[in-house]
């Protein structure tokens, strides 16, 4: 084109050119946005936490005090009202966890992963800022449904031998534990779907990790489940959001390091992937 | 400024890019060609580090692209393949882009307008058209108002008034003074636009010139005419250095003679001409020719049969 290079020497008074520049803060701004675009974000937290609340108001609903404790059809109320008005975490936590999984996975399957990249080509700090947004938004959210269902929890059983009130000990533990299991699972979501770069992928690995391998585990000679299977993902980290533990399992805080563990080692070979594979 | 230097791809024991070399001269439209398979895409991914060379090195501006503190602000890009999440709004989109940067939105505002994409900034990426993919990935491309702009097949898929608008929006770029890099399958269509022009096939580089040598090399300058006294013209035209043949009764081919000439002498003689042009075909055939070793998919049986009937 001739008039480019005719004009191309002349342009010297260029305008001041903004500086612009990647940081730490403004990938997370991006991650935010992009977390709340799409629509199955909002639509997945509120299903998980419809499961949380409705499934423990189910829950507390049909609490039968004659058939309870210990009665042969139902669980053992061992937590009293507080088991009963959490009922509803392990359904949370599968959605949260498919919800973690289509954050990063969704990026490979649609080709925005090429998009991201180009924007922040130093790679990593998308995914810590995309573990870490939704994190902190999965535990804040989920926290608040656990709190929520154990209000009403405690109103429907008001009165009976089981009911429970937020002063009692340990209550705010569960509470909170709650939140911080299900943050975790939902950063592994998040870590799974980015290490296997598909949705199908991830949330297979996920669903079978949280609800199959602990089944399994009983196939196992005793001697070796009763080692390894308070260490698995969903055993470890659902510790702290019972009152009290059962014998084979891990103390709360513990049952929390082990469970992050996982979820850490995870984000390192996702990171690695990240960083070494092309896009 | 880009510059690749024995840039080496393999995929497999597939080698996409050979040890290509080249650079993008700053202010400057270079055009970026190949048959399919040639390696383009792949170069392109390379030079923003999608895709990790196996060996060989590239720099744009001077930098690894990655080590840039605002690499959108250095190259914008439009790669081949979508690069935008299908549920997500093109608004939303350009500006989760955007704040990677720390890029105002009223600069997200200015891309939309750019592209023509305000009637559809509201919907989800996933319902566009191929065009309306395509001006949001060169909405996104042009975010970080960068020096240099380099697109991946920007017509594919576009519809007239699109190639049109991507033709137009090239030229204003490069009449700016920036950089632009575009790749294409086609040789007729570059030559409109591209001041330099870098051919691979087979991932190795055939030929890194100017269009105008390019042309010139081609060496197939001819002017074709279409007059009712095809006789009296040749006549006026014949002289030394310059070929005439006739293609049909009322058609001749000039070779050494530019249209200018042809039209002045035709004028001058008074003449009719109802066609009178440069045969751009010859180009496309030059490039065919150069590349014709080295294209990796040959759509042989059809296509001979075809030119045999014709
Ligand atoms: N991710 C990949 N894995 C394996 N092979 C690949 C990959 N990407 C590209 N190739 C191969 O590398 C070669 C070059 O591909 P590339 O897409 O770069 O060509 P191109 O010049 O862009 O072609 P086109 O004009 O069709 O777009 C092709 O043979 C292709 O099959
Ligand atoms: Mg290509």
Same mark, same amino acid.
């Given at each position: 084109?001739?008039?480019?290079?005719?004009? +191309?020497?002349?342009?010297?008074?260029?305008?001041?050119?903004?500086?612009?520049?990647?940081?730490?803060?403004?990938?997370?701004?991006?991650?935010?946005?992009?977390?709340?675009?799409?629509?199955?974000?909002?639509?997945?937290?509120?299903?998980?936490?419809?499961?949380?609340?409705?499934?423990?108001?189910?829950?507390?609903?049909?609490?039968?005090?004659?058939? =309870?404790?210990?009665?042969?059809?139902?669980?053992?109320?061992?937590?009293?009202?507080?088991?009963?008005?959490?009922?509803?975490?392990?359904?949370?936590?599968?959605?949260?966890?498919?919800?973690?999984?289509?954050?990063?996975?969704?990026?490979?399957?649609?080709?925005?992963?090429?998009?991201?990249?180009?924007?922040?080509?130093?790679?990593?700090?998308?995914?810590?800022?995309?573990?870490?947004?939704?994190?902190?938004?999965?535990?804040?959210?989920?926290?608040?449904?656990?709190?929520? +269902?154990?209000?009403?929890?405690?109103?429907?059983?008001?009165?009976? +031998?089981?009911?429970?009130?937020?002063?009692?000990?340990?209550?705010?533990?569960?509470? &909170?534990?709650?939140?911080?299991?299900?943050?975790?699972?939902?950063?592994?979501?998040?870590?799974?779907?980015?290490?296997?770069?598909?949705? =199908?992928?991830?949330?297979?690995?996920?669903?079978?990790?949280?609800?199959?391998?602990?089944?399994?585990?009983?196939?196992?000679? =005793?001697?070796?489940?009763?080692?390894?299977?308070?260490?698995?993902?969903?055993? =470890?980290?659902?510790?702290?959001?019972?009152?009290?533990?059962?014998?084979?399992?891990?103390?709360?805080?513990?049952?929390? &390091?082990?469970? +992050?563990?996982?979820?850490?080692?995870?984000?390192?070979?996702?990171?690695?992937?990240? &960083?070494?594979?092309?896009? | 400024?880009?510059?690749?230097?024995?840039?080496?791809?393999?995929?497999?024991?597939?080698?996409?890019?050979?040890?290509?070399?080249?650079?993008?001269?700053?202010?400057?439209?270079? *055009?970026?060609? $190949?048959?399919?398979?040639?390696?383009?895409?792949?170069?392109?991914?390379?030079?923003?580090?999608?895709?990790?060379?196996?060996?060989?090195?590239?720099?744009?501006?001077?930098?690894?692209?990655?080590?840039?503190?605002?690499?959108?602000?250095?190259?914008?890009?439009?790669? @081949?393949?979508?690069?935008?999440?299908?549920?997500?709004?093109?608004?939303?989109?350009?500006?989760?882009?955007?704040?990677?940067? $720390?890029?105002?939105?009223?600069?997200?505002? @200015?891309?939309?307008?750019?592209? $023509?994409?305000?009637?559809?900034?509201?919907?989800?990426?996933?319902?566009?058209?191929? *065009?309306?993919?395509?001006?949001?990935?060169?909405?996104?491309?042009?975010?970080?108002?960068?020096?240099?702009?380099?697109?991946?097949?920007?017509?594919?898929?576009?519809?007239?008034?699109?190639?049109?608008?991507?033709?137009?929006?090239?030229? $204003?770029?490069?009449?700016?003074?920036?950089?632009?890099?575009?790749?294409?399958?086609?040789?007729? @269509?570059?030559?409109?636009?591209?001041?330099?022009?870098?051919?691979?096939?087979?991932?190795?580089?055939?030929?890194?010139?100017?269009?105008?040598?390019?042309?010139?090399?081609?060496?197939?300058?001819?002017?074709?005419?279409?007059?009712?006294?095809?006789?009296?013209?040749?006549?006026?035209?014949?002289?030394?250095?310059?070929?005439?043949?006739?293609?049909?009764?009322?058609?001749?081919?000039?070779?050494?003679?530019?249209?200018?000439?042809? *039209?002045?002498?035709?004028?001058?003689?008074?003449?009719?001409?109802?066609?009178?042009?440069?045969?751009?075909?010859?180009? @496309?055939?030059?490039?065919?020719?150069?590349?014709?070793?080295?294209?990796?998919?040959?759509?042989?049986?059809?296509?001979?049969?075809?030119?045999?009937?014709?």
């Amino acid at each position: 084109m001739t008039t480019a290079t005719a004009t +191309a020497p002349t342009t010297t008074a260029a305008p001041a050119r903004p500086a612009y520049k990647v940081t730490w803060l403004r990938v997370l701004r991006s991650e935010w946005t992009k977390f709340w675009s799409v629509r199955s974000s909002p639509i997945t937290l509120v299903t998980a936490l419809f499961l949380l609340v409705g499934i423990g108001a189910i829950a507390s609903l049909t609490f039968d005090p004659a058939a =309870a404790p210990g009665g042969n059809d139902g669980p053992p109320i061992t937590d009293g009202a507080i088991s009963l008005a959490l009922m509803g975490t392990i359904f949370a936590s599968l959605a949260i966890g498919v919800l973690g999984v289509l954050v990063s996975a969704g990026e490979y399957s649609t080709g925005m992963i090429r998009a991201t990249l180009a924007a922040v080509p130093k790679r990593l700090p998308t995914s810590w800022a995309k573990t870490a947004v939704f994190g902190v938004v999965a535990t804040i959210v989920t926290a608040a449904g656990a709190l929520g +269902a154990f209000l009403l929890g405690a109103a429907i059983l008001d009165g009976e +031998a089981i009911a429970m009130s937020l002063g009692d000990d340990g209550v705010l533990r569960v509470l &909170a534990g709650t939140g911080i299991y299900l943050g975790l699972v939902g950063m592994w979501g998040v870590a799974l779907g980015a290490l296997l770069r598909s949705s =199908a992928g991830g949330i297979a690995v996920l669903v079978g990790m949280l609800l199959i391998v602990p089944g399994l585990s009983s196939l196992l000679p =005793a001697s070796i489940a009763d080692n390894v299977t308070p260490y698995l993902p969903s055993n =470890a980290g659902q510790a702290v959001t019972h009152l009290n533990q059962a014998a084979d399992s891990l103390g709360p805080w513990t049952g929390v &390091a082990v469970f +992050a563990g996982w979820v850490a080692v995870t984000l390192v070979a996702a990171a690695y992937r990240l &960083a070494r594979r092309d896009a | 400024m880009i510059d690749v230097h024995e840039l080496t791809k393999r995929y497999g024991d597939k080698t996409a890019v050979d040890r290509l070399s080249f650079t993008v001269k700053p202010g400057q439209v270079t *055009g970026f060609l $190949g048959p399919n398979g040639a390696g383009k895409s792949t170069t392109m991914r390379m030079i923003i580090g999608l895709d990790a060379p196996t060996s060989g090195s590239v720099t744009v501006n001077g930098r690894r692209y990655a080590e840039h503190a605002a690499p959108l602000q250095e190259i914008g890009t439009l790669l @081949e393949a979508k690069a935008v999440h299908s549920g997500r709004t093109a608004f939303n989109h350009l500006l989760a882009l955007a704040q990677t940067h $720390g890029i105002p939105r009223r600069r997200v505002d @200015e891309v939309i307008e750019l592209a $023509g994409l305000q009637t559809v900034v509201h919907k989800c990426a996933g319902t566009f058209s191929l *065009g309306m993919g395509q001006r949001l990935g060169i909405a996104a491309a042009l975010l970080g108002d960068p020096e240099i702009v380099m697109l991946d097949e920007p017509v594919n898929g576009l519809d007239p008034e699109g190639v049109l608008w991507v033709r137009h929006l090239l030229s $204003g770029l490069a009449a700016e003074g920036r950089t632009v890099m575009l790749s294409s399958h086609l040789m007729s @269509e570059t030559a409109l636009i591209a001041d330099q022009l870098v051919i691979v096939g087979r991932g190795r580089l055939l030929a890194d010139t100017t269009v105008d040598d390019f042309i010139r090399q081609a060496g197939r300058q001819d002017v074709k005419v279409a007059t009712t006294q095809a006789e009296r013209l040749r006549a006026l035209l014949s002289g030394p250095g310059v070929t005439i043949t006739a293609t049909t009764a009322e058609e001749l081919v000039v070779l050494g003679l530019d249209a200018h000439r042809i *039209g002045a002498i035709a004028a001058q003689h008074g003449v009719p001409l109802y066609e009178l042009g440069q045969q751009t075909v010859s180009l @496309e055939e030059a490039f065919m020719d150069l590349t014709s070793d080295a294209v990796e998919y040959h759509s042989a049986p059809a296509d001979t049969a075809a030119r045999r009937a014709a």
